[in-house]
């Protein structure tokens, strides 16, 4: 396998472009896409939360899918662009379709529903888990590893803000008071910019790293799984994580349209994760310098928690939800902004325990658990709201109340406490160097 090379600013910028547009596609449906489907297309709570979920379980057990074909791919490309080339336009195209639901008759809008985003969820793994698994095969250099990781988060956060922060006011703009051609002309915008960044990140970025064509193989996935205690962890916590903030996000707009009164405060509580996020993105090189990876994400999940329980107390005071929901996502850019490092090191670490590396197949495993997280977040988060009587558009009885905040708070808080658990079984940090050295010999041995 290929190592030579150093990265330039340009490729590290061009890498990060990528998840700007993942990040604003897949935190535009978290936070959205329910209510779209319930307040706007009017598809029931009940038939739009088992659409979501049946389509988000058919991806993930699709991630397994795509990485096993990303290890096995050898082009003059590499082993994973490519994956970013012949997706781009499709992805695009998808996002658009859902949007589209609102004019399909009554009867058939739940099964719309399901086929359009069974289909982009699909497409997105595509995209998404190869761009995933990326970052390692640009460099095995911790520190370039770390700006990589810096460039990723940076563009996280502007596609954090572009999904959470701007797609109410996009929403009234291109829609000129109707909610219906305002989703539509969001979806256009953003449609648009997922081909542009796909296709940036495509074109500037190049694979030093090419382990040779791999064979999917069932003993060393589950070899993989007894020897490599750090991944199991990176990947278990992904569901835990996932489900605690897209509950949350989720229903963000539910939590200040009826608990707060005020639908428009939505845009702050969600804004928010994209500025905690870019703090967070300067944070994490210089933090993860002077203290253990397990360390940092450790007092990220506390301040998520706390922050979380802190909204319930400041009732319905603006500005204190305000703060609070500050704290709150500051601890889950923390957390989340060195998961990716800590993936990277965990693969690495499968690959010195077992001699293989499977890099797309663990990859794609870990956002498996991502997309479990997020099924179970749909499933939950619509049964709360289901069996607490919850009726759009109309003022909601105290049990709706009760579940709204069982949702916003008390559920992400619970989950944000599980891998608060994990991670005590955590102890990478002190081994990695030696991994990191042992490897870094093998791969320049070719």
């Not at 590290?12 to 319930?38: E, I, K, Q, R, W």
């Not at 791919?73 to 336009?89: D, E």
């Not at 739940?110 to 888990?129: D, P, R, S």
Request: net charge positive; charged share 10%; proline share 4%.
């Amino acid at each position: 396998m290929k190592t030579e090379g150093k990265l330039s600013l340009r490729e590290t910028a061009c890498y990060g472009m990528g998840d700007l547009a993942c990040s604003m596609v897949f935190n535009f449906m978290a936070s959205y896409l329910l209510y779209f489907y319930t307040d706007v297309a009017g598809v029931g709570v009940a038939a739009a939360g088992s659409a979501m979920s049946a389509a988000r379980l058919i991806d993930a057990f699709a991630n397994p899918v795509v990485g096993v074909l990303s290890d096995k791919t050898h082009t003059r490309w590499g082993k994973l662009r490519p994956y970013l080339l012949f997706s781009a336009i499709p992805l695009a195209i998808s996002v658009l379709l859902m949007f589209l639901a609102s004019w399909v008759p009554s009867g058939g809008k739940a099964a719309y529903a399901l086929v359009t985003y069974t289909l982009f969820c699909l497409l997105y793994t595509v995209c998404n888990v190869p761009y995933t698994a990326m970052m390692p095969n640009l460099s095995e250099d911790p520190s370039e590893r770390a700006r990589l990781n810096l460039s990723k988060f940076i563009c996280v956060s502007i596609g954090t803000f572009l999904s959470m922060g701007l797609a109410l006011p996009l929403i009234g703009l291109f829609g000129g008071g109707s909610e219906q051609r305002g989703f539509v002309g969001i979806a256009l915008l953003f449609s648009a910019i997922i081909i542009v960044l796909v296709l940036v990140c495509f074109f500037n970025t190049r694979e030093r790293i090419q382990p040779p064509p791999v064979a999917f193989s069932l003993q060393t996935l589950l070899n993989t799984v007894k020897k490599s205690r750090p991944w199991v962890i990176c990947c278990s916590a992904q569901l835990f994580f996932y489900l605690a903030t897209v509950t949350r996000n989720a229903t963000a707009l539910y939590y200040a349209k009826y608990c707060l009164g005020n639908a428009g405060f939505a845009s702050l509580l969600l804004a928010v994760g994209s500025f905690t996020t870019f703090a967070t993105c300067f944070l994490v090189p210089v933090a993860t310098a002077r203290m253990k990876k397990r360390t940092f994400t450790l007092v990220g999940y506390g301040l998520f928690i706390a922050g979380s329980l802190l909204v319930y107390f400041a009732g319905a005071n603006l500005p204190a939800v305000f703060l609070c929901n500050i704290l709150a996502n500051l601890g889950a850019s923390m957390s989340n902004g060195v998961s990716f490092l800590i993936l990277g090191e965990a693969i690495d670490h499968s690959e010195y325990a077992t001699g293989t590396r499977q890099q797309g197949l663990l990859t794609s495993m870990s956002m498996f658990m991502v997309k479990i997280g997020i099924v179970l977040s749909s499933v939950v988060s619509a049964f709360v709201l289901d069996l607490g009587g919850y009726v759009p558009d109309q003022p909601q009885a105290a049990s709706a109340l009760l579940a709204i905040r069982a949702n916003f708070i008390f559920l992400p808080c619970i989950a944000a406490l599980a891998c608060v658990l994990l991670y005590q079984f955590y102890h990478l940090d002190d081994e990695y160097p030696a991994i990191n050295a042992a490897l870094r010999e093998k791969h320049a041995q070719g």
